[in-house]
Nanobody, 124 residues
Framework: QVQLAESGGGLVQAGGSLRLSCAAS????????MGWFRQAPGKEREFVAA????????SYADSVKGRFTISRDNAKNQVYLQMSNLRPEDTAVYYC?????????????????WGQGTQVTVSS
């Protein structure tokens, strides 16, 4: 089973950029679709972006479309989230998770626990 660890978060000014990484351990990483999620204080966890096992299909929440790019490198067991033109509303803890399937804003989580996430803080 795949175990995931997020990194790359930090403090950035509005309009800045960050690149988050999700490192995977375990077998058959390349067989999973992957997703990024985020949770802001006082709010529920929400979907951000997803990518298929072959990187041929991606999906984004409307709030980040055109600003965020999800990618993966199966040879390195890594999933990335490139974030540009960041806004204070993007402030949240960001998590990655394996997916069974997805389409548009719909998704189904694979078995596994949520990791610790990585904090992204965007100042005004």
């Amino acid at each position: 089973q795949v175990q995931l660890a997020e990194s790359g978060g930090g403090l950035v000014q509005a309009g800045g950029s960050l690149r988050l990484s999700c490192a995977a351990s375990g077998r058959s990483f390349s067989s999973y679709a992957m997703g990024w999620f985020r949770q802001a204080p006082g709010k529920e966890r929400e979907f951000v972006a997803a990518i298929s096992w072959s990187s041929t299909m991606t999906s984004y929440a409307d709030s980040v479309k055109g600003r965020f790019t999800i990618s993966r490198d199966n040879a390195k067991n890594q999933v990335y989230l490139q974030m540009s033109n960041l806004r204070p509303e993007d402030t949240a803890v960001y998590y990655c998770h394996a997916l069974k399937r997805f389409g548009g804003s719909f998704y189904e989580l694979s078995e596994g626990s949520w990791g610790q996430g990585t904090q992204v803080t965007v100042s005004s």
